[in-house]
């Protein structure tokens, strides 16, 4: 219980410029009462706040501890050895909490606040779903009715992921639906749409908006939820520290939105880039070839959502229209970028790397086979990253400490690690990506 954080990491007051504020179609910044309609006052409030740390309540803590927190920080020692590196490879094992990843943190967060505001309802989207499960759970725990959208693609793919959001009471729509304004304008242009997370947003944004007692939830990007996140790397700075570790040299994450690298990563960048240590401290933040916002996007105002329901919001993006391309890792098919996140990354702070998925699966098997867990098809980004910088180690001689978040087990995946298995599965190069229909707004 001890290694349980009491309070939440707020970046904001940290980061290396101010944040820019999210922005109204004419170009004026949002104020937080314009967003009471979508979150509880709560968390309105820990989404413009300017405090470093916000407690979390005493009743949320030990639901925490509840559910499996502190989860471990384990030692690849079969992965070094196979790799004969001198690299130190550590993991934070989010995969034992009851739905299998990290989102649990700050769906029960949310629940939680939801359900002090009053509200009886919540909707969101889901890509991989796991967020969605996570969110069914926290509705489960604490009464709340819960309506996902799942990316039709992600749907068809994970049938078991729809299953458990059902077990836990959750109704799961695939999106484009037929139930809002927004998915029928989707399927009247292409029935047979795979889905988005900018669509599925789309929907459950105005699905919120439009009924009552029922608030909007979402499992990244934005700040309050990326805060939830960095119990884990609060719990792994002390872990290191009861087991004699140094601070690490490198830490790696997947990106989708941000909040499972954010999570992870901030943490740590507070106890180097803010109060000082004596690492040269490396971020690794990957993603996709298949949807690379980093890699490839621009760093402009954009709407988060398909249908343009949401503020605009300064990120990396490769456009709110973009379609990604079916990749196995759903939860990492998001255009844009959390804002946080994005300044990092624009300041260099943070390093962006994007992999195909078949040397991603090829690295998730190895690890695998070398220390028993099957990684998510996200969290197998960062395994693949952690192979290279171990192998790049051996060339060098050096000997780095490297820290990673396996934020979610892919035991729900292994319709994809079939199709890898089996020589089926395929790279996806990014569509055409589109600049033009950017709102033309400099802040």
Known sequence: MDIVPKHWYNIVPDLPEPLPPMLKPDGTPVKPSELSSLFPKELVEQEFSLTKFIDIPHELRELYV???????????????????TPARIYYKYEGVLPTGSHKVNTAVAQAYFN???????????????????????????FGLKIRVYMVKASYEQKPY?????????????????KYTNSGRAVLSERPDHPGSLGIAISEAIEDAVTSPST?????????????HQTVIGLEAVKQ????????PDYVVGCVG??????????????????????????MIAVEPKAVPSMTRGIYAYDHGDT??????IKMFTVGHKY???????????????????????????????????????????????????????????????????????????????????????????????QEFLSGGLKDYEPGDIDFSYLPKINY
Request: charge should be positive.
């Open 323 to 417: 379609v990604p391309a079916p990749i196995h890792a759903g939860g990492l098919r998001y255009h844009g970028l959390a804002p946080t996140l994005a300044v990092l990354v624009k300041n260099k702070v943070v390093e962006p790397r994007a992999y195909h998925q078949v040397e991603v699966f090829r690295a998730a098997q190895l690890f695998a086979q070398t220390e028993g867990v099957v990684p998510a098809p996200e969290s197998a980004h960062a395994v693949k990253a952690v192979v290279d910088i171990a192998l790049r180690a051996r060339e060098t001689g050096e000997r780095p400490l490297i820290v990673f978040n396996m934020s979610g087990h892919g035991l729900l995946d292994l319709a994809g690690y």
């Open 257 to 282: 939105g941000g909040s499972n690298f954010a999570g992870l990563a901030y943490p740590f960048y507070y106890e180097c880039l803010v109060k000082g240590c004596k690492r040269d401290l490396r």
């Open 115 to 141: 359900k002090l505001d009053g509200v009886a309802r919540l909707t969101t989207e889901t890509g991989a779903g796991q967020w969605g499960s996570a969110l069914a759970l926290a509705g489960a725990l």
């Open 66 to 84: 509840e559910l499996g927190r502190p989860t471990p920080l384990l030692r690849a020692l079969r992965l070094e050895k196979y790799l004969d």
């Open 240 to 247: 290191l520290e009861l087991i004699g570790e140094e601070l």
């Open 215 to 227: 608030k909007y939830s979402l499992g990244s990007v934005l700040n309050h939820v990326l805060m």
């Open 307 to 312: 249908a343009r329901l949401t503020p605009l």
């Open 161 to 177: 992921r729809r299953v458990l959001m059902e077990i836990y009471g959750a109704e799961v729509v695939p999106s484009p639906s």
